[in-house]
């Protein structure tokens, strides 16, 4: 499977629009990295990967008060458009509640991390 983070993010987003309490996805270095920025920021509980053939990740997802912590995300950046965005241009997201995700030289990052480094990448999504 070429593009596993778009069906990681599909998976979460319906997942929580049936308010699931867990979830399982692909295992890939790509996701690994997106959950763990997704549990630093506090929009999932926790995940752990799962010893079977094939190896999987289980979710487990974040509801507050009976409502999803994620109410949407819009993914950028697809296999037949690609969208990159400039280190110049990370301060266009500053005014907006969601947090958008980046994938750099310097690994997966957050538009805020990506701006503190001086760094630009390609736009995956945007999340919130």
Request: with cysteine; proline share 2%.
């Amino acid at each position: 499977m070429g593009n596993t983070y778009i069906d990681l993010l599909i998976r979460i987003k319906n997942g929580c629009m049936v308010k699931k309490r867990e979830l399982d996805v692909y295992n890939s270095k790509i996701n690994i990295q997106i959950l763990k920025k997704l549990k630093a920021l506090k929009l999932i509980e926790d995940f752990s990967t799962v010893r079977e053939k094939p190896k999987k990740i289980t979710v487990l997802l974040k509801y507050e008060n009976g409502l999803p912590v994620i109410t949407d995300i819009k993914i950028i950046s697809k296999p037949g458009k690609r969208a990159y965005i400039k280190k110049s241009h990370l301060s266009l997201f500053k005014k907006t509640i969601s947090v958008v995700f980046l994938s750099t030289s310097k690994g997966i990052m957050t538009n805020k991390e990506a701006e503190s480094k001086n760094i630009g990448g390609e736009l995956l999504f945007e999340i919130w």
